[in-house]
């Protein structure tokens, strides 16, 4: 009978760690991602390479994980694999990424064309990447697309210091 028991006990509990399981991912909002349009200023006269890079969720902590020595050593794969955009930053100069065409704002460079590209690989967010001179600084930062991360008709503006990449438009408030 005890042995009845103890087998009762573990299959309720698989059944009822199963079922918090799939009702979590079933009750998880879905993410509606949104081509936003991104302002990268450089604060620094340092050189600075960045990538912008399009993450899917299948992604995420692959390039969580990742280190500043395996992303930016010479010949590295997980760059060259990298959805990326490129670019070399100039001291107060905007690098002004619209990943979807806006004829209000002919400055902006359009990348609409990776933003499809992303969009049919199913990516949520894109990660910030700079090769920084302050070794151990914030060199990468996620920035979500969900369509209500940020707020609307507004470009995402960003900072690269020394040590850091710096999110200077907060978040929308839902």
Not at 4 to 17: E, G, H, P, Q, Y
Request: hydrophobic residues 40%; proline residues 7%.
């Amino acid at each position: 009978m005890k042995m009845k028991n103890r087998i009762s006990i573990k299959v309720l509990m698989f059944a009822t760690s199963l079922a918090m399981v799939l009702g979590g991912c079933a009750s998880a909002p879905k993410i509606k991602p949104t081509p936003w349009t991104l302002s990268i200023t450089k604060k620094t006269p340092a050189s600075i390479e960045m990538d912008i890079i399009g993450v899917t969720e299948s992604d995420q902590k692959y390039y969580e994980g990742m280190s500043w020595d395996d992303y930016w050593k010479a010949d590295s794969q997980i760059r060259r694999d990298a959805p990326r955009l490129t670019r070399f930053l100039q001291k107060d100069k905007s690098w002004s990424v619209a990943l979807k065409k806006d004829p209000k704002h002919p400055e902006y460079e359009d990348d609409s064309a990776k933003w499809a590209d992303w969009s049919r690989r199913g990516v949520v967010e894109l990660l910030l990447v700079a090769r920084l001179p302050e070794t151990g600084g914030l060199w990468k930062v996620p920035l979500p697309l969900d369509k209500n991360a940020w707020p609307k008709n507004q470009a995402i503006e960003v900072e690269v210091l020394d040590s850091r990449i710096v999110v200077l438009t907060p978040p929308a408030r839902n």
